[in-house]
């Protein structure tokens, strides 16, 4: 078997033996007959949550969208779908997804595994849109979960970290579709955001700051404006002293923004603006890493200050830093259950020497705010910090006895960080 990477080509899966199943009878089969299985998404992870040392199971070949219903507004997809093709197939019917993450090239299953989230006071992680799944679960089995039906125990499967089995199909609530504006701000004094941090982030219906560092602020503030709230000429001519970009911009400093998404206060549909880059582009891969920390909101405007200490540390290893808000949820394994939150992500240089020496004293500055980190990218925490934010985790735990009881969904990630 050929040598298998994630995207960021930083890890390689160890599996021996690796499926790409065209239907459920495949996917019940393999589950069957395997000792141990994890199932990989489009591979967007940064760290081995989906390695397995036995079996990887991929549903590349199971993408289709199965079913829009008008009525219930509800879309139902099958386990491999992206989110780009997912966004275009909403739209030519006249519907969206509240949220999205920075990329639409994320499997919509792999990234509400993992609680992926995009930025808004007001919008919790993709997870959240999530109303039913049908899971294979250890025995080969295809089970039904639904918002509806489990109750409390659906806030534990929302979020498996692909711990519960394979889902093969995914129900998510839709919405209306709607056009949103994209305007982006440059220079904004980390001064003014001490001030004004819950007014800059209230102020579009998602909000992302950039910095690398490399001066003592943002460069770069994002507003991505509902148009049916706001019209152009409600575009403020400054955003607490940051001044309005002449063109588009890439979020990282130096790098064409042709990737990106349209700006400059251009109206286009949500799937073209909530996400920071073009589906028809591939962002380019194998040249970053990263690591993100979801901190809750109260203890927002000091743990940044935390980061900004460390800023001549962190400049020379880093791409960007980028501040977004998250809106809180019920999910047992979400780093947002019960709190709004604020995400301080760091793309980092593709440097893990150098990056793993400065994770563990920025993880340190970041203790005393309770960052927990996203399961999908590159921490160094011990585990029983890690355990130490979810309350849940007995009940999750048992989540997972009650539809796998031998572990065969469990991989080293799951062993350490759930039940080690
Ligand atoms: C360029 C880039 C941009 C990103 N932007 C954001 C962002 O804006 N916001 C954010 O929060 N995160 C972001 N991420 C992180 C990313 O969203 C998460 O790591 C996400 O989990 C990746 O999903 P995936 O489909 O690639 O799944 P993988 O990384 O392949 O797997 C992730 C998890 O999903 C499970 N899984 C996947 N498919 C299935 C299935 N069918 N059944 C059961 N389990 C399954 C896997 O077992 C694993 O536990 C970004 C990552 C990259 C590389």
Same mark, same amino acid.
């Given at each position: 078997?050929?040598?298998?990477?994630?995207?960021?080509?930083?890890?390689?899966?160890?599996?021996?033996?690796?499926?790409?199943?065209?239907?459920?009878?495949?996917?019940?089969?393999?589950?069957?007959?395997?000792?141990?299985?994890?199932?990989?998404?489009?591979?967007?992870?940064?760290?081995?949550?989906?390695?397995?040392?036995?079996?990887?199971?991929?549903?590349?070949?199971?993408?289709?969208?199965?079913?829009?219903?008008?009525?219930?507004?509800?879309?139902?997809?099958?386990?491999?779908?992206?989110?780009?093709?997912?966004?275009?197939?909403?739209?030519?019917?006249? +519907?969206?997804?509240?949220?999205?993450?920075?990329?639409?090239?994320?499997?919509?299953?792999?990234?509400?595994?993992?609680?992926?989230?995009?930025?808004?006071?007001?919008?919790?992680?993709?997870?959240?849109?999530?109303?039913?799944?049908?899971?294979?679960?250890?025995?080969?089995?295809?089970?039904?979960?639904?918002?509806?039906?489990?109750?409390?125990?659906?806030?534990?499967?929302?979020?498996?970290?692909?711990?519960?089995?394979?889902?093969?199909?995914?129900?998510?609530?839709?919405?209306?579709? +709607?056009?949103?504006?994209?305007?982006?701000?440059?220079?904004?004094?980390?001064?003014?955001?001490?001030?004004?941090?819950?007014?800059?982030?209230?102020?579009?219906?998602?909000?992302?700051?950039?910095?690398?560092?490399?001066?003592?602020?943002?460069?770069?503030?994002?507003?991505?404006?509902?148009?049916?709230?706001?019209?152009?000429?409600?575009?403020?001519?400054?955003?607490?002293?940051?001044?309005?970009?002449?063109?588009?911009?890439?979020?990282?400093?130096?790098?064409?923004?042709?990737?990106?998404?349209?700006?400059?206060?251009?109206?286009?549909?949500?799937?073209?603006?909530?996400?920071? +880059?073009?589906?028809?582009?591939?962002?380019?891969?194998?040249?970053?890493?990263?690591?993100?920390?979801?901190?809750?909101?109260?203890?927002?405007?000091?743990?940044?200050?935390?980061?900004?200490?460390?800023?001549?540390?962190?400049?020379?290893?880093?791409?960007?830093?980028?501040?977004?808000?998250?809106?809180?949820?019920?999910?047992?394994?979400?780093?947002?259950?019960?709190?709004?939150?604020?995400?301080?992500?760091?793309?980092?240089?593709?440097?893990?020497?150098?990056?793993?020496?400065?994770?563990?004293?920025?993880?340190?500055?970041?203790?005393?705010?309770?960052?927990?980190?996203?399961?999908?990218?590159?921490?160094?925490?011990?585990?029983?910090?890690?355990?130490?934010?979810?309350?849940?985790?007995?009940?999750?735990?048992?989540?997972?006895?009650?539809?796998?009881?031998?572990?065969? +969904?469990?991989?080293?990630?799951?062993?350490?960080?759930?039940?080690?």
């Amino acid at each position: 078997m050929d040598q298998q990477k994630n995207w960021a080509g930083n890890l390689i899966y160890q599996a021996k033996h690796w499926y790409e199943p065209e239907s459920v009878e495949q996917v019940q089969a393999i589950v069957q007959h395997a000792s141990h299985v994890r199932v990989v998404g489009s591979r967007h992870s940064f760290n081995d949550i989906a390695d397995s040392n036995d079996t990887i199971i991929s549903l590349a070949k199971l993408n289709q969208i199965l079913t829009l219903d008008k009525d219930k507004r509800t879309v139902t997809i099958e386990g491999g779908v992206r989110y780009g093709e997912l966004s275009s197939f909403l739209q030519e019917h006249g +519907f969206a997804l509240p949220n999205l993450a920075s990329l639409p090239h994320i499997s919509v299953v792999g990234a509400c595994a993992t609680a992926t989230h995009g930025s808004g006071d007001r919008n919790p992680c993709l997870s959240s849109s999530v109303r039913a799944m049908k899971i294979v679960t250890a025995n080969g089995e295809e089970v039904q979960f639904s918002r509806e039906k489990q109750g409390e125990e659906w806030n534990g499967a929302a979020v498996s970290l692909g711990a519960l089995g394979v889902v093969t199909e995914m129900t998510l609530d839709v919405i209306p579709s +709607f056009e949103v504006s994209q305007y982006v701000y440059e220079h904004l004094p980390f001064q003014q955001v001490e001030q004004h941090l819950d007014d800059i982030f209230s102020s579009a219906y998602s909000v992302s700051l950039f910095t690398d560092w490399k001066q003592d602020g943002f460069n770069k503030v994002w507003l991505k404006q509902l148009d049916a709230e706001f019209t152009p000429d409600q575009a403020r001519p400054d955003i607490y002293g940051a001044r309005p970009a002449l063109a588009n911009l890439h979020p990282l400093p130096g790098l064409e923004a042709i990737h990106c998404t349209e700006q400059m206060g251009v109206p286009g549909p949500w799937f073209d603006r909530l996400p920071h +880059f073009r589906l028809d582009f591939t962002p380019s891969s194998g040249s970053e890493l990263q690591s993100e920390y979801l901190v809750p909101r109260q203890y927002a405007l000091e743990a940044l200050k935390a980061v900004r200490n460390m800023r001549e540390t962190l400049a020379p290893l880093l791409h960007a830093n980028e501040i977004r808000s998250i809106a809180k949820d019920t999910l047992w394994l979400s780093p947002c259950y019960q709190q709004d939150a604020i995400g301080i992500h760091l793309t980092w240089k593709d440097n893990w020497e150098a990056v793993q020496q400065v994770l563990p004293q920025l993880e340190a500055a970041l203790e005393p705010f309770q960052a927990r980190p996203h399961w999908g990218k590159v921490f160094m925490m011990p585990k029983e910090r890690v355990q130490s934010f979810y309350e849940k985790l007995p009940e999750f735990r048992q989540l997972l006895e009650k539809y796998d009881p031998e572990g065969k +969904f469990r991989n080293k990630f799951i062993n350490t960080y759930i039940f080690g």
